[in-house]
């Protein structure tokens, strides 16, 4: 089975329609993996774009912005490396006012056990 890699740029294309001709591909390449034809794959560093980019150019609210990478992270088909952290990171991101760069670091001292960061 092919396996693909996702970058930034596929998931902004879905996630705001701002292209409809190529949100609509992505959503039948979403489909194609949903129904085991494809194998997706994307990084912990796609999602901090995703949200960098949805925070800083489109203005979405950081609840919206967590619901929409839950969902992604919930993508049957598709792997998310890290997708672990990430999940963890969006909480301390919306519980803790924190960018989500610095709740990711957080979430991967937490799971290594480091209790103390130089900063």
């Not at 803790?96 to 991967?108: C, E, R, S, T």
């Amino acid at each position: 089975m092919k396996t693909y890699f996702l970058d930034t740029n596929i998931f902004l294309r879905y996630l705001t329609n701002d292209d409809p001709i190529k949100a609509d591909r992505v959503e039948q390449l979403l489909r194609r993996a949903a129904s085991g034809k494809v194998l997706l794959t994307t990084t912990e560093l796609v999602m901090a774009e995703i949200i960098w980019v949805l925070e800083s150019y489109y203005e979405v609210s950081r609840e919206q912005i967590a619901e929409q990478v839950r969902a992604i992270l919930a993508t049957e088909g598709l792997e998310t490396v890290n997708g672990d952290l990430v999940g963890q990171a969006l909480e301390y991101y919306l519980a803790d006012n924190v960018d989500f760069v610095d709740g990711y670091i957080a979430a991967l001292m937490k799971k290594k056990g480091i209790a103390e960061v130089f900063s």
